[in-house]
């Protein structure tokens, strides 16, 4: 599979962006998806992920402030992100996995995209 991240940029403390991941090469859709983010020096780590029943689960230190949805008509999945800080600043990554449920796993998940950087000053 082929996911296509875009939106990141660099926004001050307080802020919203709302990232974007294009997996129109799927021509079924894959099981679950999700979002990951990897800091400098740091393990990539889940951050919201959308499972094929509906289910939404986030991270504890995006619950409140991330909402992750997705398209499947338009293949496009999202993370809307509110009240950014500068903890948020990473490269965020799209993950897809053809079967199994949505885990925090970045193991689990068999394609990615290339990552678009979010850097979140104070």
């Known amino acids: 599979g082929h996911l296509l991240e875009a939106g990141g940029s660099s926004v001050q403390t307080g802020g919203s962006l709302r990232l974007s991941c294009a997996f129109s090469?799927?021509?079924?859709?894959?099981?679950?998806m999700g979002w990951f983010r990897q800091a400098p020096e740091k393990e990539r780590e889940g951050v919201a992920l959308?499972?094929?029943?509906?289910?939404?689960t986030y991270a504890e230190p995006v619950k409140g402030r991330f909402s992750i949805s997705r398209s499947n008509d338009k293949r496009i999945l999202y993370l809307q992100m509110n009240n950014l800080k500068p903890e948020d600043t990473a490269k965020y990554y799209c993950?897809?996995?053809?079967?199994?449920?949505?885990?925090?796993?970045?193991?689990?998940?068999?394609?990615w995209g290339q990552g678009t950087q979010v850097t979140v000053s104070s």
């Open positions: 993950a897809a996995r053809r079967f199994g449920q949505a885990t925090m796993n970045p193991q689990d998940y068999d394609s």
């Open positions: 959308s499972g094929g029943d509906g289910t939404t």
């Open positions: 090469a799927y021509t079924i859709l894959p099981s679950s």
